[in-house]
C-alpha cells in the first residue's frame, strides 16, 4: 500500500470513530449516516485524477467501502424522517445517487 493509500485509509478510520456534530443533534440512524458520507464525500473528493494508477486504484477500493449503501439509506431516511424539518435539512444537504454501482434510477426516490 502506497503512502497516500495509508495516508488515505487512515483519515477514514478516524473519521469513522471521532464524535461529531450529528451524534449529539439527531437521531442515532441518522448520525451514524452523516457521519458514514460524510467521510465519503470527503474521499471521493480525494480523487484528483493525476494519481498513480495503484494509488487510484486504492482510492476508489476505499470509497467504495466508504460509499456503499448510502444512497438507499438516504432515501430511506429521507422517507421514514419526512415531517422532521431539522432532520430533512440535514439529509437534504446530501447527493442521491453517488455510489459508483448505484441503481438509484429503479428506486423511489423522495423528494
Known amino acids: 500500500m502506497s503512502g497516500r493509500s495509508l495516508t ?7 473519521i469513522l470513530t471521532s464524535n461529531s456534530y450529528a451524534q449529539e443533534h439527531y437521531p442515532k ?23 498513480e494508477i ?7 477500493q476505499v470509497i467504495e ?4 449503501g448510502t444512497d438507499k439509506q ?3 431516511l429521507k422517507k421514514k ?6 432532520v430533512m435539512s440535514a439529509l437534504n444537504q446530501y447527493e442521491v445517487c453517488i455510489e459508483l454501482s448505484s441503481q438509484c ?7
Open 54 to 60: 495503484d494509488g487510484q486504484r486504492n482510492i476508489y
Open 65 to 68: 467501502l466508504a460509499c456503499t
Open 29 to 51: 440512524d441518522v448520525s451514524q449516516f452523516i457521519d458514514k458520507r460524510d467521510t465519503c464525500d470527503h474521499l471521493r473528493g480525494e480523487v484528483a485524477g493525476e494519481a
Open 81 to 86: 424522517y419526512q415531517r422532521n424539518a431539522v
Open 8 to 14: 488515505i485509509l487512515l483519515s477514514f478510520m478516524f
Open 74 to 76: 438516504l432515501i430511506k
Open 105 to 111: 434510477g429503479e428506486l423511489d426516490v423522495f423528494e
